[in-house]
């Protein structure tokens, strides 16, 4: 598997991993021995690969015949290419062939002669015009790699390709028609056109009966969707997120099982057909930022399977289904940036307009109703029932307070109420908190901090689940207010919870010790310090910025604690840090 892996250092781990996946059933059992014996690693969800490994890599391949690259198993040297691809050599034991990043190649090479080839990559080949027929023969060929070849404008009739499983031409901006497909494909598993020119796709796509993932993102030429899409009874995700150019999704005409994402961010539908209903697995429905969708059916309440559902951005939606509280499974809904004028429902006793009726939603643990005009009437009760709730964000709404029904939220971790511009006190929060994020509430008063005598946090491993308070930029917080937070604070919680704020102020409360000026503090401490009466440390800074300075993106505070004998602690905060207007 090392001898595969060189080709991809550097790649997405979720790509490796799908293109691996289609060569070897134990791929990803073996890709986790190579990271624990420390032979690739991971990082930022990319795959990497030290130099001595790569090189490693290849010496293992050069050993097979050590002089003669026409009878290696891998081709990766330019110059090796070169010669065994110019003298026409025959190649018979080639399995991989990389020629990526090849900037003046312009047609792909005729590789008839390479009959037991299973990986051809080309990509990142920027002037690559065409493609030589003969490659979609290929018998054996099971990934095909054409990622980025920008000047690609045609891929010849699909005629072969038996054992293909992967086919990426993602970033193929040039390519405008997808090739007919003579024949079934059993084997494909992965299409890859993001961000090609194709208009519209064939009907020879039922060919390809076994496909799982068809992204299609950002095919802003896109117009049309086969109507047979339906037959694709294998596939269990469909990207179109990006095709602004389509107006219309397809009827699914008979039931589809497997389909559990679908990604249409964007595109420029007015309304989702109610055969949607066949759509039986459906797990994740993305909508968000479609300016044109006017409505949803109803019959999208009757997907059992439903756990994510996002119409954020949505401006043009004119209502919610009204038996929404039937998707018992859901678990996030995202319905942010609406005009919720249009969402809301007029009571029969005249108090105003509504959240619709989301008390049946029993498993929703992620609600986001950020930027929809809420104010404190908006919200009823049943906003309450929703018990399993864990995130809440209420942002850029018009709350002058934290409604009460917040408080009867009793599994709710993380609640943003972020740039409520109006939002004057935070009396009361349920005692599961972890993060209360306020940044930019400017008329911010009053908070009261509750204690941590519940139930919830006698019970919890504290330690591992600090409480944190965001309040940057509330500058309506009386100083007095503040050390009285910050000493509740220090008396409520410790020794049983671990806590972080951040809030505006300029002085240090007298009851830390130790001042220092820098970034850094020393203290002696006393002998067995570490003993019964101990309640844990407790660090205060005040950060200074020089005038007209801005931090670039989130600001991050990191605490580290140095024993010269014992144990290293490290605990951090962030915050976002926003330009001030006036």
């Not at 117009?223 to 294998?234: A, C, G, Q, R, V």
């Not at 289904?321 to 004028?341: A, C, D, H, T, V």
Request: with cysteine; glycine share 4%.
């Amino acid at each position: 598997m090392l001898e595969r892996e060189i080709f991809f250092n550097g790649e997405d781990l979720d790509f490796v991993q799908r293109i691996l996946d289609a060569c070897h059933s134990f791929a990803k059992l073996i890709m986790q021995e190579l990271d624990d014996k420390s032979l690739i690693s991971i990082l930022d969800k990319k795959l990497s690969m030290h130099d001595l490994m790569q090189k490693a890599g290849w010496e293992i391949v050069r050993r097979q015949n050590h002089n003669e690259p026409g009878k290696w198993s891998r081709l990766w040297d330019p110059d090796n290419v070169h010669h065994v691809l110019t003298k026409n050599t025959c190649l018979p034991k080639l399995e991989v062939i990389n020629l990526g990043n090849s900037q003046h190649l312009l047609e792909c090479p005729n590789l008839s002669s390479a009959p037991c080839l299973e990986l051809l990559i080309l990509d990142g080949c920027t002037s690559l015009l065409e493609v030589h027929p003969p490659v979609t023969k290929l018998k054996r060929l099971t990934i095909l790699n054409m990622k980025n070849c920008k000047m690609l404008h045609h891929f010849p009739s699909i005629t072969g390709l038996e054992s293909l499983k992967v086919l990426n031409l993602s970033g193929c901006s040039k390519l405008d028609k997808f090739p007919e497909i003579q024949g079934y494909m059993e084997c494909l598993v992965e299409l890859n056109l993001e961000g090609t020119a194709i208009v519209e796709l064939p009907f020879s796509v039922v060919f390809l009966p076994r496909l799982v993932l068809l992204d299609m993102q950002n095919c802003k030429n896109l117009t049309i969707l086969p109507s047979n899409i339906y037959s694709l009874k294998f596939l269990g995700t469909l990207v179109l997120s990006g095709c602004s150019g389509l107006e219309r999704f397809p009827e699914i005409m008979e039931v589809m099982e497997c389909l559990q994402k679908l990604l249409l961010d964007g595109i420029s539908i007015k309304e989702l057909p109610p055969s949607i209903v066949h759509l039986k697995g459906l797990q994740s429905l993305s909508l968000r930022k479609c300016k044109n969708l006017k409505s949803l059916p109803n019959s999208i309440c009757s997907l059992r399977s439903l756990e994510t559902l996002i119409v954020s951005g949505c401006s043009k939606l004119s209502k919610l289904p009204e038996e929404l509280g039937r998707l018992q499974f859901l678990m996030k809904l995202q319905i942010s940036s609406l005009l919720f004028r249009l969402l809301h429902r007029e009571n029969s006793d005249g108090i105003g307009l509504q959240l619709p009726y989301l008390s049946g939603l029993y498993s929703l643990k992620y609600l986001d109703l950020s930027g929809c005009n809420l104010t404190d009437r908006s919200i009823n009760d049943n906003l309450g029932h929703l018990r399993f709730l864990e995130e809440l964000n209420l942002s850029r709404n018009n709350l002058v307070t934290i409604p009460e029904e917040v408080n009867r939220l009793s599994h709710l971790r993380v609640l943003s109420v972020n740039q409520c511009k109006r939002l004057r006190e935070i009396s009361k929060l349920p005692p599961s908190i972890k993060l209360l994020d306020a940044g930019d509430c400017i008329s911010l008063e009053s908070l009261s901090v509750l204690s941590p005598q519940s139930p919830q946090y006698l019970s919890s491993s504290s330690r591992l689940h600090p409480v944190t308070f965001k309040l940057t930029n509330c500058f309506a917080l009386a100083q007095d207010n503040v050390a009285t937070i910050l000493e509740k604070l220090h008396q409520n919680f410790l020794p049983e919870i671990e806590y972080s704020i951040v809030l505006p102020g300029s002085t240090i409360p007298e009851w830390f010790q130790h001042p220092s000026i820098g970034s850094s503090v020393t203290i002696e401490l006393p002998r067995n310090w570490h003993n019964e009466e101990f309640l844990g440390f407790a660090l205060c800074c005040v950060l200074s910025l020089e005038e007209d300075e801005i931090i670039q993106g989130p600001g991050l505070i990191c605490c580290n604690f140095e024993f010269k004998e014992g144990p290293y602690l490290s605990s951090s905060i962030s915050w976002t840090q926003r330009r001030q207007s006036g």
